[in-house]
């Protein structure tokens, strides 16, 4: 293990919550861009995480911020895990009352014959800065029609696509690169990359097209989930992980790469602390200038978040 990853190490393990900060990974700020929250004691419930699973709690922005400003990390970007409309208005009257939520994807149905309609509607709030599709939309032949005008809506409102999807859909996402030029689009969780240590040969070649695209940029986010292993405990030495990370850098670069610690799913693989810690490792080699891009910069660029 080189000699700084064993001097992190020891550091977390005597101070986890200040074993990487803003300061020591070479980053004037970060902007967490993929977090959750959602309370399922809200008399109407919620659609996810289902009943019983460690996720079903109260996941709120005060929940966030006791686990991200020990590290200097004070805004977010909130990605909307519901398929309910209103639940788009639930994440904006919250973001109206919590200041560290500088944007918010949510979530519109392409399919849906109300969907222009709903994207006026929403689109009208500063903060709401695109929606989040499955990559499984993209590819249904009988949605593409449908995919593509919501797209170019999109698109026309200055706003953003993240897609999530397995690696088969990320030829998907080129096409629709292609074909909407003036849409950003943002690959959520290392597109389905599976554990660093048996990477699929579908993964890398699909990461290679898509990243011929200008206007797609890759979250690497959901890093320490795919671990494949017991729940939380997933490696905590970068190392492990530079079969992904080494391979999207190669591929994306220094301009197109934005942190997001998914939270709280990424309690599945690990803490907070050390979700920040290994990214924090990995980008801290690559300069400072590199530092800036991935954990603030690259995120403005592409959501246009609002400073607040």
Known sequence: MKRRHFLQSAAAA???ALAASVESNGATRVVDTH???????????????????????????????????????????VVEASKWLEDNQWILDLASQEKCIVGFVGHLDPEDAAFATNLRRFAANPLFRGVRWSGAALMKSELKSAVLVGAKLLADHGLELDVNGPPETLSAVADLALAVPDLRLVINHLG??????????????????VAKCSNVWMKVSALVEQVKGSEGAAPTDVSYYLPILDHLWQCFGADRLIYGSN??????????????????DYFSNKGKEACEKYFWQNSREVYRWIER
């Open 192 to 209: 389905s990359s599976g554990d660093p240590q048996s990477l699929k040969p579908a993964w890398r070649e699909g990461i290679q097209a």
């Open 35 to 77: 977090t959750h929250f959602y309370d399922p004691t809200r008399p109407q419930g919620v659609p996810w995480p289902a009943l019983g699973t460690k996720l079903y709690r109260p996941v709120l922005p005060a929940d966030w911020r006791a686990l991200a400003e020990p590290h200097g990390i004070k805004q977010t970007v």
């Open 14 to 16: 005597s101070f986890p």
């Open 263 to 280: 939270w709280p799913v990424s309690d599945r693989g690990a803490n907070y602390d050390k979700v920040f810690g290994l990214v924090s």
